[in-house]
């Protein structure tokens, strides 16, 4: 079936640094790719979409990335900041878009 | 507050117990989703309806759950003798045919806990 997975579970940078989260999916006929961000305590929050006819997209101090050569795609995040700290999770859309399939998830902690 | 609401946030129960859980989703959503979480890993999905429809269930969905939609506007999840492997956090989110559904939003979750 259809799976996504995190390369790291936990990510630690300093306040200011640039974070990188990456994400490999299994579907090569996947067409559209979602990261969420999930604080304590809260549901997952959307942050940025991408399209598979994209190579790059940017949105708000945070560019995904995705390469479908090699079925992998990451989230940037620019500048990062205390308020980044959170579990990042990547997801494809599966069974026409009628539901999620969410990797395990990439906690990035932020430190000053 | 216009988000997606649920309630309770947190429920303890005892094993064997039921319990029910309400989601309320954007007013103007017509896709409702309920999903599965468990310490350190990502959501799982577990059913959806569209309107008052349940369109698709997951294996996941054991017969000791169910889950309705009455009018196609607040839904609820019934867990029936509730079990230690029950304990998880119950996501709902919903989404609407203006972003083709792709963007779903999700609620602050339940915590459950099966003693």
């Known amino acids: 079936g259809e799976s996504v997975g995190l390369h790291l579970p936990t990510l630690s940078v300093q306040e200011g640094d640039n974070s990188i989260i990456n994400c490999a999916y299994s579907?090569?006929?996947?067409?559209?790719f979602i990261w969420y961000k999930q604080e304590s305590g809260k549901g997952p929050q959307f942050i940025i979409d991408i399209r598979s006819n994209m190579d790059k997209r940017q949105g708000q101090r945070v560019t995904v990335l995705l390469n479908k050569t090699v079925k992998h795609l990451s989230l940037q995040i620019a500048a990062t900041q205390p308020g980044d700290s959170a579990v990042y999770f990547c997801a494809v859309p599966s069974g026409g878009y009628n539901k999620l399939i969410f990797g395990a998830g990439t906690r990035l902690a932020v430190h000053p | 507050d216009t988000g997606v609401s649920q309630d309770p946030r947190h429920k303890i129960t005892k094993r064997g117990q039921n319990v029910t859980f309400r989601c309320d989703p954007i007013?103007?959503?017509?896709?409702l989703y309920w999903y599965r979480q468990t310490l350190g890993q990502g959501p799982e999905f577990l059913t959806y309806?569209?309107?008052?429809?349940?369109?698709?269930k997951s294996r996941l969905l054991s017969d000791r759950f169910s889950a309705e939609r009455p009018k196609g506007s607040f839904s609820t999840l019934e867990i029936q003798r509730t079990e230690q492997g029950d304990s998880a956090m119950y996501l709902c989110a919903s989404s609407s045919p203006g972003t083709n559904y792709n963007e779903q939003f999700f609620g602050p979750g339940t915590r459950l806990t099966v003693l």
């Open positions: 309806f569209q309107n008052e429809a349940q369109l698709e």
């Open positions: 007013s103007e959503h017509n896709r």
């Open positions: 579907n090569s006929a996947s067409d559209y």
